[in-house]
Nanobody, 124 residues
Framework: VQLQASGGGLVQAGGSLRLSCVAS???????VAWFRQAPGREREYVAG????????YYGDSVKGRFIISRDNAKNTVFLQMSSLKPEDTAVYYC???????????????????WGQGTLVTVSS
């Protein structure tokens, strides 16, 4: 599946942004996640769904501030980001895989499809 991420931009600390990830196929067939990568740092898990949608996971640094959701009819996954902090600045990527197991959901190496990334910059 091909993924197209969008919605990044420049926002002040405390502000909000909503990222979108549109898939070329039926998103309901995939486990989907958002990762982010800041300069000089490893790719970090942000949030994601299991393939069934029955499990939703958040990275510790975004719990309570970010919400992941999806619209299966539009094959789109969203990441609503609130109370943004300068340390949230990064390129955000969406990723998907049709067969990833629950224990591997937070590991980027297990995802077979990636979007191109969208830059989020949070100013202090």
């Amino acid at each position: 599946v091909q993924l197209q991420a969008s919605g990044g931009g420049l926002v002040q600390a405390g502000g909000s942004l909503r990222l979108s990830c549109v898939a070329s196929g039926r998103i309901s067939r995939y486990a989907v996640a958002w990762f982010r990568q800041a300069p000089g740092r490893e790719r970090e898990y942000v949030a994601g769904f299991s393939r069934s949608g029955g499990y939703t996971y958040y990275g510790d640094s975004v719990k309570g501030r970010f919400i992941i959701s999806r619209d299966n009819a539009k094959n789109t996954v969203f990441l609503q980001m609130s109370s943004l902090k300068p340390e949230d600045t990064a390129v955000y990527y969406c990723a998907a895989d049709p067969s990833i197991i629950l224990s591997s959901l937070r590991s980027p190496e297990h995802y077979s499809s990636w979007g191109q990334g969208t830059l989020v910059t949070v100013s202090s």
